[in-house]
Every structure is written in C-alpha cells, then in structure tokens.
C-alpha cells in the first residue's frame, strides 16, 4: 500500500434488493455506553441538514447503531434455544447439531468459555439470531467469535462486542469464508477488526463501531475477494487504538480495508467520524461500485482507490471529512494536496474485467472537506521497486513479477503493464463547495490535483525524471469537465509546486473542466 507521496507511508496492511440511496447527513449515532471510545469526536457541523443541491434528494442515512432493527421476541419454529446464563452454551450447541441449523439466542449476555480460543465454529448454512437485547460478549479474553471455514453463516439481529482480535484479525467470520451474510447485527468495541470478509459476503444494515483497528477488513491471503456487498451499514468510530500514530505509516486504519477484491457493491452506507480514513481499498481491487453513501467527519480521506482498477463513484453525499490528517499535514510545511477523495496509482484499465473500464467519480456533492480530489501517480513504484509498499506484489496484467526487471522492462508492453497507472479517470458533474470559514484553514485545504513525482530509483528504472508526472497530466485520459465549484479552489498540476487558478487550469495546455463553473464564494 501506500497514500505514499514518495517515501510517505509503508506498510503491508492484512488485513440484493436496491436500498434507497443515502444522501442525508443527520445526527450522530448514540455512543453505546462502553466507555472505550464513547460517541466520536465531535467536529463543528457534524451530523447538520445536507445542502438542498444533493443529487438525489433528502434522504436518510443509516442510523442503524442508534436504532437496531429488533430481532425475533421468540425462537423461530426448529430454531435451538442458547441459554445466556450458561457459559459456553452457544459454541457446545453449535458442535452438537448438524449444518443448517438455525439458534436463537435468548436476552441476556452470552459468554464463551474462558479461553482466548474458545470461538464459535459454525457448520455450513447455520444461522444465528438474537433476540432483542442478546449480546455475545468476549469480555476481552475471548479473541474471535466466529471462525472456521463454514460456507453460507448467517449472523442477524445480534451484539458481537469486547472481543481481544490481534492486530490485522478479525472477530466474527475470523477465518474469511464465503458467503456469509451479516444483517442487522451491532459489531462493536472490539479489538483488531470488527468483521473479516469472504467471496459473496454481504453486510447489510448492521452497525460497525468503535472497533480497534477496523470496522471490517477485507483480506484473503492469496485468494481474492469476489462479490461483495455493503449495504445500508453504519460504519462508524473504528481505529480507536489510532494505529497509524502507533505505527507511522502503516496504513492500516479505517472504517473499512479492502485488498484484492474483485467486485464489490458499496452503497447506501453511513461510513462517518473513524479515526483515519472512511474506506480504503488497497492493492489491486477491481470494480468497485461507490454509490448513495454518505461520508461524514471522518478524520482522513472519505475514500482512498490505490493501486486499484475500474470503479464507479457516484450520488455520494461526501463532508467535513479528511480535517484532521489534512492539518496535520500542513501544519508540518507538507505541500502535497492531500484530499478527501485520493486515487493512487489507480485507473480504468479495458484488459481487466469489470462493469465499466473507467474510475468515474460523477454526481458527487463535496461540502466543507479539507481539499477535493487528487489523483497521484508514484514514479517509483512498480513491481519490484523497492519503492513498491504492496511488496511482492505486481499489477494484474503481469503474472510473473520476475519479468518486470531490466532489460525487459524498458520496452513495451512491460514498460507499461509493470507499473500501477492513474488513467482513464472521468471526474463530472460534481458540486465542490468550500467554505474556509467552516473548515477554519488559510491555505491547503482547497486543493483539486493530478500529479506525480520526480522518478529517481532504483537505478535501472524506466520512469526516471518526469515521465510520469507528464503521463499522469497530459497523457493518460485523466479529465474533469461539467462541474460546480464554489469557493476558493485551486489546482495542482504535475508536481506540488505547479498551482494554477481555476482560468489557467482550463486554458492551455491543461484543458481541463470544459464545461464547468467557479464561484469565489457559495451564495446558496
């Protein structure tokens, strides 16, 4: 991985039926009690009435942490009972019964036995229900909740909290299977990360809050993910041990992490105030679709798309994001335009199988976030770069990561299908709005950008000097156009020194934003 800006950040992070689109940012969810995190911090304007210019309409988000959809008063017809008041009842029952077994456990709070090991081993098509008020409780000695590698578990209307996961582990699905499906369920005060993914999960209206590391990391070793769908969740507080201050540069935060998934469906979501970024999808992911979220207060980007490919962004209500890391940065004298939406090393690439053979970031409403979207290209990483922060791996157009080395590497095609690209992006119809008076900076929190840096290693790269960074700029089908601007922007081009105003950022040899409008300040 990397948001890296050259030698910035390293790390090997480990990681239907439609639902109306969410576009309204409302109040806050409720803390929870626990005392771990408590509600998220705070941040002036957070969870106000959206702007009447959303494309969609007003909408509500997901309040489901707030709000729990109830589960059944009473055991399903054939359902086995688990018994709150006996320890360990719900792993010794789920031993004794055959796969497809449904459980219902009853109010109360359920323990597993006292050892970190002692986790839930589902067997295939098994489902567990919660009555309203159960609570699986790991009383921070119990490391994962559910494990194995059962297919088709079913995990609804239940509070898995206080479980002690391992940096980069998970608690519920802990060994990634597939096809779980994770619905109305409360995640929450975990360490490590709230839920692991398997191929054709699908998490729906289920809250995922206040956990260690991550609200879900989506990881597979060497397998990729397909098929996966978030949907209507409320994803929210995550990386309370704020791990990037543990571990600079490790980029392993956020509310969500994904690696190596190839399809996945994103929407109608509540993904606000993690401690890091809101979703993060790192190391080549495919055909993402982005759509109805809306990302709140979180304390880094919104969304980050790295060394990633083919992905649709779209009717997305995106505010008051990236405040915190964007400061940061900028109080140390950093010049680079970090942005609430960050595409690294990430394009459209048509040899790649997806739904679209673009990024398109389109009828987007960006209000009040610290900058907008940069798209950056590192000259220095490719496969077998040691600038490569995704080390040992290569993009999906080369299967032998040992060709990508001289001499062959400086010829075609491997000059090109060696390196993670920042092309084919469609950047429309979009409403940016700034106002510095809400977001309280002077300078570099008005940032648009596309750019690359100065290629210098290792000494048998291709990509040395400025190759990139005219590829990126001029080269590579990297375009805005048709949309709104209101306040203050500005707009970065080829390298961090290079700052153009809104005139010279559409004239020659830039071109860019036909078709667009700027306001020097939002009247309404």
Known sequence: MGTDTGAKRRHRAWRAAPLVLALLAAAGCDSGGDGDRGAPDARPGSGAAPSASSPAGARSVARVCAD?????????????????????????????????????????RHRLDPDRFAQVVPKEGNTYLGAPGAVLDGGRTNQYAFGGTARDVTIGH???????APHDEGVVNHDSADGWVIEHATIQYNSGAGLMAGARQKVSASCLRGNGQYGMNAYKGDDSITGLVLEGNEITGN????????????????????????????????????RGTGLWADTNNNDFRVEGNVFEAN??????????????????????NNWVEGRRYADRGDTFPFATVYLSESGGEPRVEARTDRIEVYRNVFEDNWSGIT?????????????????????????????????????????????WKT???????????????????????????VLANYGT??????????????????????????????????????DPSRVLDFGQWRDAPYRQDAGSTLRARDGG
């Open 68 to 108: 729990p959809a109830a589960g059944p008063g009473k055991a399903p017809a054939g359902a086995v009972t688990v018994d709150p008041g006996v320890v360990g009842d719900l792993a010794a029952k789920t031993r004794k019964n055959p796969p497809h077994t449904t459980f219902w456990l009853r109010p109360g």
């Open 239 to 274: 990386n309370t041990g704020d791990w990037e201050r543990r571990r600079p540069g490790c980029g392993c935060t956020g509310g969500v992490k994904f690696w190596a998934v190839d399809g996945a469906d994103i929407r109608g979501n509540w993904v606000h105030d993690n």
């Open 158 to 164: 239940l509070t898995v909290q206080k479980f002690a």
């Open 299 to 320: 304390d880094g980007a919104a969304l980050i798309y790295e060394t990633s490919y083919n992905a649709v962004v779209r009717d997305n209500t995106i505010r008051h």
């Open 423 to 449: 092309q084919r992006v469609d950047i429309h119809d979009n409403r940016f709005t700034l106002d510095t008076s809400v977001v309280d900076c002077t300078e570099m929190c008005d940032r648009m950008a």
């Open 375 to 419: 798209l950056w290209e590192n000259a220095d990483r490719f496969c077998n770069s040691p600038a490569n922060t995704s080390s040992g791996d290569c993009t999906l157009l080369v299967e032998d990561v040992d060709r990508c080395a001289r001499p062959g590497i400086a010829t075609a095609p491997l000059y090109s299908d060696c390196r």
């Open 457 to 494: 290693y290792p000494d048998w790269s291709p990509y040395q000097g400025e190759l990139v960074a005219d590829a990126i700029t001029s080269g590579q089908h990297n375009r805005w156009h048709d949309n709104t601007y209101a306040g203050p922007w500005k707009f970065v081009v080829h």
